[in-house]
Every structure is written in structure tokens, then in C-alpha cells.
T-cell receptor
Framework: AQRVTQPEKLLSVFKGAPVELKCNYS??????LFWYVQYSRQRLQLLLR??SRESIKGFTADLNKGETSFHLKKPFAQEEDSAMYYC??????????FGEGTQLTVNP | GAVVSQHPSWVICKSGTSVKIECRSL??????MFWYRQFPKQSLMLMAT?????????EQGVEKDKFLINHASLTLSTLTVTSAHPEDSSFYIC???????????FGPGTRLLVL
């Protein structure tokens, strides 16, 4: 069965510092991975997907099949990045399996 | 674009009653909608996949007779929690796939409290 693990429930950094949110997955098929973000009092929204290989709001994520990881990175964190971040794995029929989420707090 | 709404945003009901939650795609047609459940401080758990005009596909462990899903049109899916009990209290979230393959657009969620 597929599984997504986000080892850190809470992550706190200072503004301007680099940030990395970890995500590991287990899946027998070819993985399609996503990062979703939920800002305070807002709905869940897509941040980025690995297949696009894009940078959104300064965030990037690289799929490492050897390490089965899809860590989210940003070189200089901003206060507005404070949010809950979920890593998600897409399986058959576009179904998503979510990790438990990491609450990121960027301190001034 | 690609907005998904849910109604109601919160509901309180007595044990034994049924509650219907609506999920609408406002500006796009959604052939597939998904229903999730989220407990406090936990992740989203997929309950079922809803396809327009066909029966929903439920995840393992989800009672299909307890959680009735109807997807009657390309813009509306409903989740009915039948004979609700306090343990059904949770946050229910729907999502819909739009024109961009693999992208799910999420509703704001419905908080259900069963007394």
C-alpha cells in the first residue's frame, strides 16, 4: 500500500533562513507527487507538482526516486510562508494520499 | 477560476439524523470529485471517489451505506451522512478535478458536529 511520511509536524525558522520540509513516500508504481499548502483560515491549494519542475513562490521540490523523497525547499523563508504544508502522492484514478502535514512558522 | 464550494460550512445535528453536504464546482465541469475526512490535527483521509453518472468508489474501511454519495451532474456531488453518531463528527472536505490533469481543487470544508 502507498504511504506518505512527513517526519516533522512542526518546523520553525527565522525570516531569511533556508527551509526544507521533508517528505518520503512508498509506492510500487510510478510516483506523481504534489505539495499542497493551507494558509490560516483558507482552503487547501496546490503549491507545486513534481512533473512541472517549476518554482512557485520561491519553493522547489525535486523527486528523488532512489531515496523515495520529495522534499520542499526555499532558500529564503518569508513570514507569509507560514502555513500547513502537505505532501501528497497520486495513485490510480487521480486519488491522493496525503502525509500528515508540517506546520511551518516563519518568525520575524 | 476553478472554484469549489461546499454547503453548509458547518452543521450541528442530533444523533440518529441524516446530514447532506453539497460540493459544487462553480466555474468548471468536474467529472470526478473526491470526498475526504479530516480529524483534528490529522491529515486528510480519502473516503471516496465520485464520478458523474456512476456509483462512487469507496476506500477500504469506509461504509458506503453510511456515507451516501451522489454525483448527479458535472457540477454537483453530495455526501449524505446517514444516521449520524458522535463519532461521525469531523471536517469533511471535497475536491474536484478540472481541466488540468492531476490537479485537484479543494472546497473550504464542512464541519459536522453530531450531538
Amino acid at each position: 500500500a502507498q504511504r506518505v511520511t512527513q517526519p516533522e509536524k512542526l518546523l520553525s525558522v527565522f525570516k531569511g533562513a533556508p527551509v526544507e520540509l521533508k517528505c518520503n513516500y512508498s509506492y510500487s508504481g510510478s510516483p506523481e507527487l504534489f505539495w499542497y499548502v493551507q494558509y490560516s483560515r483558507q482552503r487547501l491549494q496546490l503549491l507545486l507538482r513534481h512533473i512541472s519542475r517549476e518554482s512557485i513562490k520561491g519553493f522547489t521540490a525535486d523527486l528523488n526516486k532512489g531515496e523515495t523523497s520529495f522534499h520542499l525547499k526555499k532558500p529564503f523563508a518569508q513570514e507569509e510562508d507560514s502555513a500547513m504544508y502537505y505532501c501528497a502522492l497520486e495513485t490510480s484514478g487521480s486519488r491522493l494520499t496525503f502525509g500528515e502535514g508540517t506546520q511551518l512558522t516563519v518568525n520575524p | 477560476g476553478a472554484v469549489v464550494s461546499q454547503h453548509p460550512s458547518w452543521v450541528i445535528c442530533k444523533s440518529g439524523t441524516s446530514v447532506k453536504i453539497e460540493c459544487r464546482s462553480l466555474d468548471f465541469q468536474a467529472t470526478t470529485m473526491f470526498w475526504y475526512r479530516q480529524f483534528p490535527k490529522q491529515s486528510l483521509m480519502l473516503m471516496a471517489t465520485s464520478n458523474e453518472g456512476s456509483k462512487a468508489t469507496y476506500e477500504q474501511g469506509v461504509e458506503k451505506d453510511k456515507f451516501l454519495i451522489n454525483h448527479a451532474s458535472l457540477t454537483l456531488s453530495t455526501l449524505t451522512v446517514t444516521s449520524a453518531h458522535p463519532e461521525d463528527s469531523s471536517f469533511y472536505i471535497c475536491s474536484a478535478t478540472g481541466t488540468t490533469a492531476g490537479t485537484q481543487y479543494f472546497g473550504p470544508g464542512t464541519r459536522l458536529l453530531v450531538l
